[in-house]
């Protein structure tokens, strides 16, 4: 889930919006579950995970809704808001 606020700073016209996104992974073995904690970088994301490092992205199986939305800002529904505070 990422929300997205966007305010106009001379009128105080500000909208909000939401975005989802689902990912779904192949299976990870034991040895592979604790390697990931061992090397704790699953303690540096807020999501826990990077798509962008190869280990997560060569188990990614399917995503639903927006690359954007998993790596941070949702760039589509960023710039609608700024649109619409913009008018």
């Known amino acids: 889930v990422s929300g997205v606020v966007a305010t106009n700073t001379k009128t105080g016209k500000?909208?909000?919006?939401?975005?989802f996104a689902k990912v779904y992974f192949?299976?990870?073995?034991?040895?592979q579950i604790e390697q990931i904690i061992a090397d704790?970088?699953?303690?540096?994301?807020a999501g826990a995970f990077c798509?962008?490092?190869k280990?997560?992205?060569e188990h990614v199986k399917k995503i639903e809704g927006?690359?954007?939305?998993?790596l941070g800002l949702p760039k589509h529904l960023t710039e609608r808001?700024?649109?619409q505070v913009s008018q």
């Open 14 to 19: 500000r909208v909000t919006g939401g975005d």
């Open 81 to 83: 808001l700024i649109n």
């Open 55 to 57: 280990f997560w992205s």
């Open 40 to 45: 704790g970088q699953v303690f540096n994301f």
């Open 51 to 53: 798509l962008k490092e």
């Open 26 to 31: 192949t299976p990870f073995s034991n040895e």
């Open 66 to 70: 927006t690359l954007d939305s998993v």
